[in-house]
């Protein structure tokens, strides 16, 4: 089993930047598929970013956070980060980290762990 435990959340004015970390224990998590989502209220869950392989050179972003957020790994940490930049209210959300051993699962949106989540909240 692998726990994964989310922190970094919180207030932030537009045009701010916050950094999300997902530390990870249990198991080593440098092979495995690693992504981040998030859910609005009254909205669905949405995909964020995601790191494929063990060095971080393999991800994957949301169109709309492209050139804003960046996905990285930390192996020595067991971790991964979202460091977040040029944050619009419209992304205030809570942020879940999730994992899994397949990467190629976790290509197809799939993750067998989940962390409880960080709440960010983006004001205007």
């Known amino acids: 089993q692998v726990q994964l435990v989310e922190s970094g959340g919180g207030l932030v004015q537009a045009g701010g930047s916050l950094r999300l970390t997902c530390a990870a224990s249990?198991?080593?998590?440098?092979?495995?598929?690693l992504g981040w989502f998030r859910q609005a209220p009254g909205k669905e869950r949405e995909f964020v970013a995601a790191?494929?392989?063990?060095?971080?050179?393999?991800?994957r972003y949301a169109d709309s956070v492209k050139g804003r957020f960046t996905i990285s790994r930390d192996n020595a940490k067991n971790s991964v980060d979202l460091q977040m930049n040029s944050l619009k209210p419209e992304d205030t959300a809570v942020y879940y980290c999730?994992?899994?051993?397949?990467?190629?699962?976790?290509?197809?949106?799939?993750?067998?762990?989940w962390g409880q989540g960080t709440q960010v909240t983006v004001s205007s």
């Open positions: 999730a994992a899994d051993p397949n990467p190629l699962v976790a290509r197809r949106g799939n993750y067998v762990y």
């Open positions: 249990g198991r080593t998590v440098s092979n495995y598929g």
């Open positions: 790191a494929f392989n063990w060095n971080g050179d393999s991800t």
